[in-house]
């Protein structure tokens, strides 16, 4: 074969090849959230008595977060309790439930999609204690799609906190791509990217399943 026609095919065969694996090699995990509240102190204290302190279930995947033992139920204008909603520590400066979009449907609220701790001008909503009943006039979100990761990860990937990007889902059962998936950067995170219930069912995702981030 003349070698500039060999030359042309071989190119041809890696553009080939580039278009159908046009993700970055590294593999990204999942961790699927379900709904969750976030408290402040003064919170704590009117749902559960002064002073109560919340107790550790379990260590989540992000350094020094963790679920409680505590569970809580939360109610919208519907008047239809969404019960046993997990409260996630440690305490925050401001109260917070981020729920799913099936979930806003069953309590008949408009919560936006924000990133966490963004809950300005967000839903309402009621949380309900042993102790005491907390009505939030903001603070109710669905969590945007993020990916958590280290900043040795960020040079890894390419990517600097804050920045959006687009991920393949292949791992799942149904296979799905993610447009606008928030980057969050920082030494105090370990890579994983966070996906509601209802995102991981549609793409048939589980804790652990593997996704990646596209390449422009």
């Given at each position: 074969?003349?070698?500039?026609v060999s030359a042309l095919?071989?190119?041809?065969?890696?553009?080939?090849?580039?278009?159908?694996?046009?993700?970055?090699?590294?593999?990204?995990?999942?961790?699927?959230?379900?709904?969750?509240?976030?408290?402040?102190?003064?919170h704590v204290d009117i749902?559960?008595?002064?002073?109560?302190?919340?107790?550790?279930?379990?260590?989540?995947?992000?350094?020094?977060?963790?679920?409680?033992?505590?569970?809580?139920?939360?109610?919208?204008?519907?008047?239809?309790?969404?019960?046993?909603?997990?409260?996630?520590?440690?305490?925050?400066?401001?109260?917070?439930?981020?729920?799913?979009?099936?979930?806003?449907?069953?309590?008949?609220?408009?919560?936006?999609?924000?990133?966490?701790?963004?809950?300005?001008?967000?839903?309402?909503?009621?949380?309900?204690?042993?102790?005491?009943?907390?009505?939030?006039?903001?603070?109710?979100?669905?969590?945007?799609?993020?990916?958590?990761?280290?900043?040795?990860?960020?040079?890894?990937?390419?990517?600097?906190?804050?920045?959006?990007?687009?991920?393949?889902?292949?791992?799942?059962?149904?296979?799905?791509?993610?447009?606008?998936?928030?980057?969050?950067?920082?030494?105090?995170?370990?890579?994983?990217?966070?996906?509601?219930?209802?995102?991981?069912?549609?793409?048939?995702?589980?804790?652990?399943?593997?996704?990646?981030?596209?390449?422009?």
């Amino acid at each position: 074969m003349d070698m500039n026609v060999s030359a042309l095919v071989e190119a041809i065969c890696k553009e080939i090849t580039n278009n159908k694996t046009n993700s970055c090699s590294g593999e990204i995990p999942v961790g699927v959230s379900n709904r969750h509240i976030h408290l402040c102190r003064e919170h704590v204290d009117i749902l559960f008595g002064k002073g109560y302190q919340l107790n550790v279930l379990r260590d989540l995947s992000q350094p020094g977060q963790y679920a409680c033992k505590e569970t809580l139920t939360i109610v919208g204008p519907s008047l239809k309790p969404i019960e046993n909603v997990r409260i996630l520590g440690p305490e925050r400066e401001a109260s917070q439930v981020e729920i799913s979009k099936t979930d806003s449907f069953v309590l008949k609220v408009k919560p936006p999609v924000r990133e966490s701790g963004d809950i300005k001008g967000s839903a309402a909503v009621t949380i309900i204690g042993p102790k005491g009943v907390v009505r939030l006039d903001e603070g109710c979100i669905i969590a945007n799609r993020h990916i958590h990761m280290s900043k040795q990860d960020g040079e890894t990937f390419g990517v600097t906190d804050g920045a959006y990007v687009t991920v393949d889902a292949n791992s799942g059962t149904r296979r799905t791509r993610f447009y606008d998936v928030q980057v969050r950067v920082s030494d105090a995170f370990r890579l994983e990217m966070h996906l509601d219930t209802d995102d991981a069912n549609a793409a048939g995702l589980s804790n652990g399943s593997k996704v990646q981030i596209v390449k422009d």
